[in-house]
């Protein structure tokens, strides 16, 4: 069983898109290991997204998403890095597949609707991040 970290971001739960979003998830067939609603803060915000600090776009993706509350969950499933990567869609809405979260409930490409750790190294750092026990 592999485990991945899932987030539902700030524009997704102020649109109230949670439990559809978490239907999604159950009719894949992920097990939610684990659970919570929290608001970001932004010295966290910057340490999780610390790979993009040199980006153009990171102050802006530190205000997002410390803009709101958000959902993280632990999915578990055989293969659930790349699973949930394909449930999400790609990062930016408008090049998202058709069916998948991002393409149905995202923005633009930073209010993107969710978020998944891309690689077992990266999900074996960001489920201890949100879930250290
Ligand atoms: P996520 O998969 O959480 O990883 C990094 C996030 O940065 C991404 O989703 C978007 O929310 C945000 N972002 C904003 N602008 C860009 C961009 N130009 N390219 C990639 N990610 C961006």
């Known amino acids: 069983m592999e485990k991945t970290l899932a ?3 700030p524009d997704a739960i102020k649109k109230k898109l949670a439990g559809k979003i ?13 659970l919570k609603m929290l608001h970001i803060q ?3 915000a910057k340490e999780f997204y610390k790979v993009h600090a040199e ?3 990171f102050n802006d993706l530190v205000k997002y998403m410390t803009s709101g509350p958000v959902i993280v969950a632990v999915l578990e499933k055989e293969n659930a890095i790349k699973d949930w990567r394909n449930l999400m869609g790609a990062t930016n809405p408008a090049e998202a597949t058709e069916g998948t979260i991002r393409k149905d409930f995202g923005e633009n490409i930073e209010a993107n609707a969710v ?3 891309d690689s077992p ?5 960001e489920v201890p991040f949100f879930f250290p026990d």
């Open 121 to 125: 190294e990266t999900a074996s750092i």
């Open 42 to 44: 932004e010295n966290q």
């Open 7 to 9: 987030i539902i971001k």
């Open 115 to 117: 978020h998944g750790s």
């Open 22 to 34: 978490i239907d999604r998830i159950y009719d894949k067939n992920f097990n939610i290991a684990g």
């Open 55 to 57: 980006r153009p776009f």
